[in-house]
């Protein structure tokens, strides 16, 4: 390594690393592929042609680009087109091997479906015989389905409610379109609906909510990959946690699958499928505490075979037509690459591996619902501790934190801190009523969770009590700015990124999609149940936020908008409160990198700041070596 760049901090180095996804291939061309990288310095879309093994860079836009799809020929590129990562906009689309005249990247590409008016993306379908269907979102029409047949100068209109919902998949000739769709409301479990393409009519439903006291959800995993077939891959919840079945939409016959190793042990996590090539086999990953694994199941004689993969966490897998199975792999200590099941790395991104970063350990606390699972990284040579610890809480909710690469967390390791995640209730992986613990009292739910973790965390010796920090982007910055209120004498300092800091405007402001979560949430709408958004919002308890704030916010975020973060932002200056804000121009987050960079320096920095005060004012030794706390 040149002296110029071990200048450079590992966890920037780490940043800085161009990576890529996990490539998706044309169902009808597998030659032909697409992934995202950060390789420009932003992260876009690129196409990569495996026959020849050239790369090229499709989209080139100032705030990035991460959603496409193949067309099943291989022919052509669609990305969807936002503004400024406000996520609502158009889908494009862009010759395989480039534009006109050579061009490539390029924003002008022409519109997919003209006609279109710009929403929020309810999901897309690209048929083998040119039908497509474009799913819509928008405050005012909810969800519509958009159907243009091969020829047809435009799209109409096959589907609409007010509930949100979104394309599943078409059959493999194009004749059957596979909807999930909440219409009954309760947007935690959906149902799905097969129709008829040729004349609109339902074909089969399968709905698990309506009219049981106790919901279940299914969803599409896709149709078989056979002219003709019928069979849809679906996962459901029938045995309180997500598992695959085939179920023929022309016969209503459903398949069960039992899933069970070569030991006649039945898979204990949560389970999804895909088709392999011909439908004769799927590919089975299986996510369980945190980490997943990848299976083979053959359908002819129910054999479940373990392919094998290293301790961690797959972000993804696809099986090519050749048999091997390609997947994107990381841990906690290593970044990630797609590798295949022939142990070979299929694609790594050019340049420099990013350093690696400290193993995580899994800590079980007893909780107020049940046991909690929290991951646990202690900085490098630091000694036992007790360490200043960041709890850095994962958004979702219906999401969890995994044994994964990640350039946050590794950054705060770097500096001397222990960095401790917490899958609390309304986490994924642990089983329906796990997630589906997160009802009524939200928020409130989830900070015991993470109370009883910080109170371990404490009592064992790994975090200082003085110098704990609550952290957290998107969901997590909403429970950092509630615990801030909630938990006044538990904290140090909060970093809130992204965070529903008003409920009320939040709800007032936000995509439809996710108030239509928030409905199944709280039990309904803000006017309709008003204390439960009073008593689930940071702001209801600001006056009583004891400890310094930092909250970065995207000025055209569509999910936790920003008027609602300025009401809270205001009420702090009128109590005058320490805090500090960061605004900068985008959605949800950011797709580049230097601004990723940007955001951890500015986070680090005010926490270094704030606990420099503690450590001189003699309430803890610092931890580690020069770079810490």
């Given at each position: 390594m040149s002296e110029e760049k071990s200048a450079v901090p590992a966890w920037e180095q780490r940043f800085r690393a161009a990576r890529v996804s996990l490539p998706d291939w044309a169902e009808d061309a597998p030659d032909r592929a697409l992934y995202v990288s950060n390789a420009t310095g932003t992260y876009e879309v690129y196409a990569w042609d495996r026959a020849t093994g050239t790369h090229r860079q499709v989209t080139d836009r100032p705030n990035g680009t991460t959603d496409a799809e193949l067309s099943p020929d291989g022919a052509w590129v669609w990305w969807f087109d936002d503004h400024d990562g406000d996520e609502f906009g158009v889908w494009r689309r862009q010759p395989f091997a480039g534009g006109p005249e050579g061009?490539?990247?390029?924003?002008?590409d022409e519109e997919a479906v003209p006609g279109l008016a710009a929403s929020?993306?309810?999901?897309?379908?690209?048929?083998?015989?040119?039908?497509?269907?474009?799913g819509r979102s928008t405050d005012e029409d909810g969800t519509t389905l958009h159907l243009r047949r091969p020829g047809a100068a435009e799209a109409v209109e096959i589907y609409r409610h007010e509930e949100y919902g979104g394309v599943g998949d078409l059959s493999y000739d194009s004749t059957l379109l596979a909807i999930d769709h909440t219409e009954h409301g309760d947007a935690m479990h959906s149902a799905i609906r097969v129709v008829r393409l040729s004349d609109g009519s339902t074909v089969a439903e399968l709905d698990e909510v309506t009219g049981r006291d106790e919901p279940r959800g299914v969803a599409c995993l896709g149709f078989a990959p056979v002219e003709g077939d019928t069979r849809l891959l679906v996962a459901h919840q029938r045995t309180g946690r997500w598992e695959p079945m085939i179920w023929d939409v022309a016969t209503g016959a459903e398949t069960a699958l039992p899933l069970r190793d070569e030991r006649g042990r039945e898979l204990p996590g949560d389970v999804s499928a895909q088709?392999?090539?011909?439908?004769?086999?799927?590919?089975?990953?299986?996510?369980?505490?945190?980490?997943?694994?990848?299976?083979?199941?053959?359908?002819?004689?129910?054999?479940?075979?373990?392919?094998?993969?290293?301790?961690?966490?797959?972000?993804?897998?696809?099986?090519?037509?050749?048999?091997?199975?390609?997947?994107?792999?990381?841990?906690?200590?290593?970044?990630?690459?797609?590798?295949?099941t022939t142990g070979t790395v299929v694609l790594r991104a050019p340049g420099a591996v990013p350093p690696g970063s400290v193993p995580v350990e899994d800590a079980w606390v007893d909780g107020p619902g049940g046991r909690v699972h929290a991951l646990v990284q202690r900085p490098a040579g630091a000694g036992e501790g007790p360490f200043p610890t960041v709890?850095?809480?994962?958004?979702?909710?219906?999401?969890?934190?995994?044994?994964?690469?990640?350039?946050?967390?590794?950054?705060?390791?770097?500096?001397?801190?222990?960095?401790?995640?917490?899958n609390y209730r309304g986490s994924t992986g642990?089983?329906?009523?796990?997630?589906?613990?997160?009802?009524?009292?939200?928020?409130?739910?989830?900070?015991?969770?993470?109370?009883?973790?910080?109170?371990?965390?404490?009592?064992?010796?790994?975090?200082?009590?003085?110098?704990?920090?609550?952290?957290g982007g998107s969901w997590g910055g909403y429970l950092t700015l509630l615990g801030l209120g909630v938990q006044p004498d538990s904290w140090a300092l909060g970093i809130a990124a992204v965070p529903v800091a008003?409920?009320?405007?939040?709800?007032?402001?936000?995509?439809?999609?996710?108030?239509?979560?928030?409905?199944?949430?709280?039990?309904?709408?803000?006017?309709?149940?008003?204390?439960?958004?009073?008593?689930?919002?940071?702001?209801?308890?600001?006056?009583?936020?004891?400890?310094?704030?930092?909250?970065?916010?995207?000025?055209?975020?569509?999910?936790?908008?920003?008027?609602?973060?300025?009401?809270?932002?205001?009420?702090?200056?009128?109590?005058?409160?320490?805090?500090?804000?960061?605004?900068?121009?985008?959605?949800?987050?950011?797709?580049?990198?230097?601004?990723?960079?940007?955001?951890?320096?500015?986070?680090?920095?005010?926490?270094?700041?704030?606990?420099?005060?503690?450590?001189?004012?003699?309430?803890?030794?610092?931890?580690?070596?020069?770079?810490s706390v």
């Open positions: 061009r490539e990247a390029d924003a002008r929020y993306s309810a999901g897309l379908a690209l048929g083998r015989d040119g039908t497509v269907v474009v088709w392999r090539p011909g439908a004769e086999a799927l590919l089975v990953e299986h996510e369980y505490e945190a980490r997943s694994e990848l299976f083979s199941y053959t359908l002819a004689d129910g054999r479940l075979t373990r392919l094998d993969t290293p301790r961690g966490t797959v972000g993804g897998a696809t099986s090519r037509p050749d048999g091997t199975v390609e997947y994107l792999w990381s841990s906690a200590a290593e970044p990630s690459a797609v590798r295949s709890f850095e809480v994962h958004g979702g909710p219906t999401h969890h934190d995994s044994d994964s690469f990640a350039a946050g967390p590794a950054a705060w390791l770097d500096h001397g801190f222990a960095v401790v995640r917490v642990y089983g329906q009523a796990w997630t589906d613990a997160l009802h009524g009292r939200v928020g409130l739910i989830e900070l015991e969770d993470i109370a009883a973790v910080r109170e371990w965390a404490v009592t064992s010796g790994l975090a200082d009590p003085r110098r704990l920090v609550l952290s008003d409920y009320h405007a939040a709800y007032a402001d936000e995509m439809e999609a996710l108030k239509s979560l928030d409905r199944t949430l709280f039990g309904g709408t803000p006017e309709e149940v008003p204390e439960r958004f009073t008593a689930s919002s940071p702001l209801s308890y600001v006056e009583q936020v004891r400890v310094p704030v930092y909250i970065s916010a995207g000025v055209n975020d569509p999910r936790c908008p920003i008027r609602q973060i300025e009401n809270y932002v205001e009420r702090l200056e009128q109590l005058g409160k320490p805090h500090e804000v960061y605004r900068y121009d985008a959605g949800h987050g950011s797709l580049v990198v230097e601004e990723r960079i940007k955001q951890l320096r500015l986070e680090i920095d005010f926490v270094r700041r704030h606990l420099a005060a503690v450590a001189d004012a003699g309430n803890g030794a610092g931890a580690g070596d020069g770079g």
